[in-house]
């Protein structure tokens, strides 16, 4: 054990994304949520916050910006002086030299007036998921009643940019989405946001199904990749499209990624109660066939660097290792992701050492091949330019 322990010490961390589930209840009941507890009510203490505090200044895997994100849950069922509560033990983090962020992301029905005074006071990253026009958002982000949400969240919306809160917005392509791309686009462009996201429909969790698996969606898929292409290059790219911006990094970049959902500790996921867990987000609080759980700890117990000995953890760090080593010797597109996301090959082929799923065959396969004819045509353009200049 001491070897395996030596040899994953080389490639721990540093933690950049520290994902804090202040409760896991979320108010509304969307039809694609992975998360599996939405209904329960228990919330982060102060004493579990101080504790991940403790846990991260003593195990040498803080070296860089850390990124707060409270989620895993809608963060806006708890009032703005919850936060106003916990956000500033995060002093001590920046006191050792590590500079800290606060992130949330939320569907926006719950911003209240002092909600908007906690951002601007800690200049918090908001992230509102909305998928688009009412006649689409509300196909899927409704109530547990059925009714549609999208009226709430965008009065949310309204009230923060009334108070001069920016945000960022998340979208979740379903196949009747990607048939409207003006729709879309002309939303989230007239919604003022700086950048759109746009998360496949995904089999995650406890969501086992997906409108993605439809006969003919690639072409659609891409159909709706090239008319927002189209209208953000009009645009002069203004407005930043996550998926179509981080092919192009991917596919520029001369230098080997890190992926840090198959890399322990880059990213550290802690439940309201004091649970953690590493890899994929989506995996805390979720299960399987094959493993009970994927909870390596709690911050009140056990220290980050035990995990490295625990039997779930090693089991569960060979299986994604031996993933992440057959994409790399069966996928052309390794370099672009990775190794791809193990909670998605959970979820949709049984088990973390499988290769290639919905996600990564339409988020990163047909998207870095949409960039790659993108680059080539700018490049060509180019060359044409400075051949008659």
Known sequence: MADTEHALTQRVGPVKLLILQGTPFCNIDCAYCYLPHRNQRGRMSVETVNAVIDNLLSSDMLRGPLLVNWHAGE????????????????????????????????????????????????????????????????????????QGTHAAAMAGIARMQNR????????????????HPDEVYSFFKDLGVRAVGFNIEEIEGVNKTSSITTDGFDDRFLGFLERVWQRAEADHHVMRIRELDDAEGRLLDK????????????????????????FCPELLGNSSETHADFVFGNVHTTPLRDTLRHPNFVAIKSEID???????????????????????????????DSTETLNCHNRVKLTADFMMDKLEARADSKRRAAAVE
């Open 164 to 179: 001069g809160v920016s945000f960022n917005a998340i979208c979740v392509l379903s196949d009747l989405s990607v048939r």
């Open 75 to 146: 963060p806006l069922v708890l009032p703005a002086s919850y936060y106003a509560e916990r956000m500033p033990l995060f002093d001590r983090v920046v006191a050792a030299g590590i500079p800290v962020t606060h992130s949330l992301q939320t569907n926006a029905m719950l911003v209240s007036e002092e909600h908007c005074d906690l951002f601007l006071r800690y200049d918090v990253k908001v992230g509102v998921s909305i998928d688009g026009p009412a006649h689409i958002h509300d196909r899927k982000r409704q109530t547990r009643n059925g």
């Open 322 to 352: 031996a993933g992440v080593e057959a994409c790399r010797d069966t996928c052309a597109y390794f370099a672009v992701c990775a190794g791809g996301n193990p909670s998605n090959k959970l979820a949709e082929n049984g088990a973390f």
């Open 255 to 278: 230098h080997p990624r890190r992926n840090s959902q198959t890399e322990p500790f880059i990213n550290l996921s802690v439940a309201y109660d004091g649970d953690f867990s590493t």
